[in-house]
């Protein structure tokens, strides 16, 4: 089963991403992930700042820069894993560097098709 590890973390804790230590602790996480034969994919993302938002209403497209809501955290990165059940995504999680100082949801795919690559369910 597929489950999307999705971080939330302050802005505060994000501007501090880029330390030494919390690189190190964001690599090996990820050799953890991959050496088990878990990780399918999965990517920090940049600054709400750097968000644009889209939108159909009354069938035109609306473009808004910038974060669409104003919240204390917000999702700084996600990662895609393949484990037997939730117990073992559970254990992940609690495995993720960010859950010492942020919050990790473990959330199920829908569906059993993930993209990868080509654009081909896999």
Sequence with gaps: MKYALLVHQSQEQFDKRDNAAAMAAGRAYS???QAAGVFVGGA???SPQATTTVS???GKRQVH???YAETKEFLAGF???DVPDLDA???WAARHPAAA???????PLL??????GGGKPS
């Design 111 to 116: 569906g059993s098709h993930f993209a990868v």
């Design 31 to 33: 050799e953890a992930l």
């Design 101 to 107: 100082f942020a919050s990790v949801e473990v959330r």
């Design 56 to 58: 159909i209403r009354d």
């Design 65 to 67: 820069d910038g974060p």
């Design 89 to 91: 995504a559970l254990e």
């Design 79 to 81: 990662g895609i894993i």
């Design 44 to 46: 920090g993302l940049e």
